[in-house]
């Protein structure tokens, strides 16, 4: 019963009413042209009253009589009133549907990430007044971190230039960004800091979503020493473009630094669980090496770092 009532509630006014008025001007017009028989039966002679029944009666008249044409035309336009009022129905389900759709959409865009089939779209809040570009929604503005889009040529520009100035400037300076970035993920997990592979899967999941490529992991860690992290990152943003695909001028010494960096301002008790320690973290690269593709065409197999735990001086 209470299906029912929610499904006729449910039901467009608007069709329900034109279905109402037109099956009642439908049995106002028949009973006006079949007055006689009608008190017949209000008297209650049905025995002697045509057709025997009402029901009868009204079969008979709409089957066999021309004059019942416009008693015809009137139910058949109540049952299209009727068949609209569900079309309406069905319309405005699917019309709720999209409004639903529509609105977790707005609300995955006003949170930063937003799907779009298999990819998704990145938010960032941009201030026009200031020129300045937020990873955070207009919502929550206050204290949000600065971005700043610069194009991957002018990246790999600044890079080379450290690359250029001799020694460990370009793994120095990845080192120290990994290490930022390390502590903000800490800060974001502080509640699940004892899961190691935990840690990692969610740095990936922030920096593959910031553009630095795909990040994953060839190895699996268990509690003890002598574990290997091996991570491998496809479509690199540092192997594409210019001419930084020649092994003798490859960026990836910046990527081991940033690897080194994120990892061991992991906590050391989380670390120590597994056979690391922050200051005997390695990391070993060899873009020549079979294990890396970065110097080629071949993105999608991507470049692999080893992470190790270098023996204590």
């Known amino acids: 019963m209470q299906a029912?009532?929610?499904f006729l509630l449910s039901l467009p006014w608007e069709a329900a009413a034109i279905f109402v008025l037109s099956f009642v001007v439908s049995v106002l017009v028949w009973v006006d042209?079949?007055?006689?028989?009608?008190?017949?039966?209000l008297r209650k002679a049905a025995p002697i009253c045509p057709g025997g029944t009402l029901w009868g009666y009204f079969v008979a008249k709409t089957a066999m009589t021309p004059d019942s044409l416009p008693v015809i035309f009137s139910v058949l336009g109540a049952l299209i009133s009727f068949c609209v009022a569900l079309a309406g129905l069905r319309l405005r389900r699917e019309v709720d549907e999209i409004k639903s759709s529509v609105e977790g959409y707005r609300e995955a865009v006003f949170g930063g990430l937003a799907s779009a089939g298999g990819d998704a779209i990145r938010v960032l809040h941009y201030k026009e007044l200031e020129g300045s570009l937020l990873n955070t929604t207009a919502a929550d503005s206050k204290n949000a971190p600065r971005n700043?889009?610069?194009n991957n040529k002018t990246i790999q520009t600044i890079l080379k230039a450290l690359q250029d100035g001799g020694?460990?400037?370009?793994?120095?300076a990845g080192y120290n960004a990994g290490k930022?970035?390390?502590?903000?993920?800490?800060s974001l997990q502080k509640d699940n800091l004892e899961d190691l592979d935990m840690l990692i899967e969610e740095w990936f999941r922030y920096d593959?979503?910031?553009?630095?490529?795909?990040?994953?992991?060839?190895?699996?860690?268990?509690?003890?020493s002598n574990n290997i992290i091996s991570i491998r990152l496809r479509y690199n943003f540092l192997a594409t473009g210019r001419t930084f695909k020649e092994a003798d001028a490859s960026l990836c010494g910046f990527m081991r630094g940033y690897i080194r960096g994120v990892i061991s301002s992991l906590p050391r008790a989380t670390l120590e669980r597994f056979g690391f320690t922050p200051e005997t973290i390695s990391v070993a690269h060899d873009p020549r090496s079979a294990?890396?593709?970065c110097t080629s065409k071949q993105e999608a197999r991507g470049c692999v770092f080893v992470v190790t735990a270098r023996p204590a001086r």
């Open 167 to 172: 020694g460990s400037q370009l793994e120095d």
């Open 148 to 150: 700043v889009l610069l």
């Open 291 to 293: 294990n890396c593709i």
């Open 33 to 41: 042209e079949n007055r006689s028989a009608v008190d017949c039966y």
């Open 180 to 186: 930022d970035f390390g502590e903000v993920v800490v």
């Open 4 to 6: 029912h009532r929610r």
């Open 208 to 224: 593959s979503n910031a553009g630095f490529g795909n990040f994953g992991k060839d190895s699996y860690l268990h509690p003890g």
